[in-house]
């Protein structure tokens, strides 16, 4: 089970959730996470970590929250590391959606205020103070 942050801009009012946790998509193993990308070259490198460099997962995926510091917007990642070729780690470098720049992952215990944040539809610092939890599976 994971928790959802949901939260939503007083100006153009487009709510945004934020997924933290793992879940129950049942993503153990390599073979899972490679039927749950979408992404046809994240899909591509990890079927050829499996294949020929015997890519195993490192840990139970789960979702992470990063923000860009270039464009100063929040967003919820998939993390996952696979271990390789005995010692070496493949660890995705998460991208923004908006400007493509590599996103920087939060401390998990660390409490977001996300009025210091901007829409990603307004570009403006205008999210609303108060926010919701939720649960997703
Ligand atoms: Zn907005
Ligand atoms: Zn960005």
Known sequence: MG????????????????KTGHG???????DDLILYTSN???KALLTRLQTRYNGKLKDVPGYNIYE???CNTLHSRLEY????NRNDTYI???????????????????SIDFTQYNCK??????IDELFSFTMWD
């Open 40 to 42: 046809k070259k994240e």
């Open 92 to 110: 995705k470098n998460q991208v923004c959606s908006k400007c493509n720049s590599i996103l920087i992952k939060l401390p998990e215990d660390k």
């Open 68 to 70: 860009c510091s270039k």
């Open 81 to 84: 590391q696979i271990s390789y």
């Open 24 to 30: 129950m998509f049942g993503i153990f193993e390599i």
């Open 121 to 126: 539809k307004c570009n403006d610092k205008t």
């Open 3 to 18: 928790t959802a942050i949901e939260y939503s801009c007083i100006k153009c009012n487009k709510s945004y959730q934020l």
